[in-house]
């Protein structure tokens, strides 16, 4: 047992099984799905956690009937049911237990197998308002199949190897909707009262324990709030589970929060960074007061310092700790075994978990670009001929580049010219909401001084300082500058760039930002003006503001600046401004828009790469990389994995092709 974290390294008993420790690798979407059966890297992306040291891991959810969403796992499909087996396998030979998760949309769903849209049934003929679907009242011999798809799908898991299984009623999916009164409008018997309304669910649960009887354990995953206009509130929620228990049919409650239903309770689904640590766990003391059950709460816990305190003070049994496993697979095993200072903070940015997911993707982090890659990243080879190395920039790109090269044996130093680390993100984390971001410099630090990289601060780099330096390869990571498209007519304008304005310029009392990049600086810097009493109008050449940023991310974002007063204008391009107006064109009509009443106008009109070093190294005999905005400018996504892949081919023979576009001789 750690000493440090006593609570959280503790066993629990929950039904039949034993967990070895409180952390949990909640039920999430991978991305690794493929035609229903779960492909060849989702076995090791769960194993990579269990491995690393996880008391529970419970993979996503798979769809109990045809009528329901058909990205889900199927597992009527043998290969599904094959793959299931093999994780589970791989799992439970690290000493941790895996439950899997039993769900069905309901009339939130809305992907067929081909790309068309399925008949969706929900409780009740009511429109949904973010999927914009329109279901129908689901038909009584269908309640009655989709009861026996749920007991069938819980033995498939038994088959499969798992430990246990829980049940969706949570997010707004259809056992919600049916506990639901504002969704659930029936007046048959699975409707009106809560025991009606809970009928379904409650008949879900027995018919389950009526096919697997005691062997696996049994739980509901449900949202201790949905916190949507429509959505189940605490004192709902508590009632259903009192009654569920006094049936004796759970042997766990897993709490999160949220709805898909809408766009504001569908932020907590998976709650960005500007949202509280721990703003769940309220509900879930409560529950752990009211039922004896364990009691597993998530949402924003990414800390194990947060989470011993979680269960110390009687919040919870277990805690969620997804995102936190997701950008450090060992984060479990290095808390419970007194090394929770090496631990790589997930920030919450939801940009390559959640977001890469919702397009289509398999998840991944953006500090941690191993996961998700576990197969050709997770372990390190020492280099073939290890080298000395010059990095030249202490941005995301540089420093991952650096750390990774220094850990496969090359003698590593990072140059930087700022008196600190952290290139692009030392500005974002002053942003509102953003500080945290700054967690990404302080992992990459701790990396580099693990691997006795050495940084020189304060440094420029030129030729002949890489002369002097006699390294055998250099690594140009030294970012962009701040681009301003030609053809503008600002000539009397007050005009100050995103990054003066990140930095602390000032500005006039009304402002108008053309934010060319639909990406968080422009949502970032309204935020702060606005904070800062000044009349704000976002100008954005999109669709929407923040359409790049992933969609929890982007939606809290711009319900805090409807808070604020922040007028949003979408498809407008910049032309030009004067002293008092801003000129914009509308990106699809081609017609003016005008902006009077402009005292500073802020361009978002991101980077351009710098290629000085680039240059002046033509011609030099050793080896020269780029990686990062100083090859084109992207995100810190893209920084840290370019990173990982040069750091980790700095000294292979490898084909021309890998390397083709980050090795510049
Ligand atoms: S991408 Fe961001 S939110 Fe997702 S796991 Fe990584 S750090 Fe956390």
């Not at 766990?252 to 640590?277: A, R, Y």
């Not at 220094?406 to 942003?431: D, I, K, N």
Request: with cysteine; aromatic share 4%; proline share 5%.
């Amino acid at each position: 047992m750690s000493a440090s974290f006593p609570a959280l390294s503790s066993p629990l008993q929950i039904g039949p099984v034993t967990v070895r420790n409180r952390i949990v690798s909640t039920g999430h979407m991978t991305g690794m799905i493929a035609g229903g059966a779960p492909n060849a890297r989702f076995a090791a992306y769960h194993e990579a956690r269990a491995d690393g040291g996880a008391g529970l891991i419970i993979t996503e959810s798979a769809a109990v009937h045809p009528t329901s969403n058909a990205y889900n796992i199927q597992l009527t499909d043998p290969e599904a049911l094959a793959a299931l087996k093999e994780t589970a396998q791989r799992v439970r030979a690290t000493g941790c237990r895996i439950f899997g998760q039993l769900g069905h949309g309901g009339r939130e769903t809305h992907s067929g197998i081909d790309g068309s849209a399925p008949p969706a049934f929900g409780p009740s003929a009511i429109a949904t308002e973010r999927f914009h679907i329109m279901p129908r009242a689901m038909p009584r011999p269908l309640i009655a199949r989709i009861v026996q798809a749920f007991g069938t799908a819980a033995l498939r898991y038994q088959e499969a190897g798992y430990d246990g299984v829980e049940v969706m009623a949570s997010h707004g999916l259809m056992l919600a909707q049916f506990l639901n009164p504002r969704i659930n409008v029936r007046n048959d018997d699975y409707g009106g009262s809560q025991k009606n309304r809970m009928r379904f669910l409650s008949e879900v649960l027995r018919e389950i324990r009526r096919q697997i009887g005691q062997r696996l354990a049994l739980g509901v995953r449900i949202s201790g709030r949905e916190l949507s206009a429509q959505g189940l509130e605490a004192d709902e929620v508590s009632a259903v589970l009192k009654a569920l228990d006094a049936e004796g049919l759970l042997d766990f409650v897993d709490l999160c929060g949220g709805s898909m239903t809408d766009i504001g309770g569908s932020v907590h689904v998976v709650p960005p960074m500007n949202l509280e640590p721990c703003y769940l766990t309220p509900v879930s003391k409560r529950i752990r007061e009211e039922i004896a059950l364990p009691i597993l709460v998530a949402g924003r816990i990414n800390d194990p310092r947060v989470a011993e305190r979680v269960l110390t003070a009687g919040e919870a049994d277990l805690v969620g700790m997804t995102r936190a496993q997701i950008c450090d697979p060992q984060m479990a095993g290095k808390a419970t075994s007194g090394l929770a200072d090496s631990i790589r903070a997930c920030i919450a940015c939801n940009q390559a978990c959640i977001g890469h997911m919702q397009a289509g993707h398999p998840i991944s982090c953006i500090q941690h670009p191993e996961t998700g890659r576990e197969a050709e990243y997770a372990i390190k080879q020492r280099a073939e001929a290890p080298m000395r190395v010059m990095v030249v920039g202490g941005g995301p790109a540089g420093m991952k580049t650096a750390a990774v090269a220094a850990e496969r044996g090359h003698s590593v130093t990072l140059f930087e010219s700022a008196p600190e680390l952290g290139g692009q993100v030392r500005l974002a984390r002053q942003l509102p909401g953003r500080d945290e971001f700054g967690g990404l410099v302080t992992n990459l630090s701790r990396e580099m001084a693990m691997q006795g990289v050495e940084v020189r601060l304060n440094t420029f780099v030129d030729r002949a300082l890489v002369e002097v330096e006699a390294p055998e390869a250099v690594v140009i990571a030294t970012g962009g500058h701040a681009y301003t498209p030609d053809g503008l007519l600002l000539d009397e304008a007050h005009v100050l760039h995103a990054s003066q304005v990140m930095e602390g310029a000032n500005v006039g009392a009304r402002v108008v930002i053309a934010d060319a990049r639909c990406d968080w600086v422009g949502l970032g810097i309204a935020e702060r003006l606005a904070r800062n009493g000044c009349s704000v109008r976002l100008a954005v050449n999109g669709y929407m503001a923040g359409q790049k940023i992933q969609q929890y991310t982007r939606d809290r974002w711009i319900g805090e600046l409807d808070r604020l007063g922040v007028g949003i204008i979408p498809y407008a391009r910049l032309v030009g401004a004067d002293e008092t107006s801003a000129y914009f064109q509308h990106t699809a009509s081609y017609e003016h828009m005008i902006l009077n009443d402009v005292d500073s106008l802020v361009i978002a009109t991101g980077m351009a790469n710098d290629t000085g070093l680039e240059q002046a190294l033509e011609g030099w005999s050793g080896q020269v990389w780029v990686v990062g905005d100083a090859l084109t400018p992207r995100t810190c996504e893209e920084a840290v994995l370019e990173g990982l892949k040069v750091g980790c081919w700095l000294g292979e023979k490898r084909s021309a092709a890998l390397d083709l576009a980050y090795r510049l001789n």
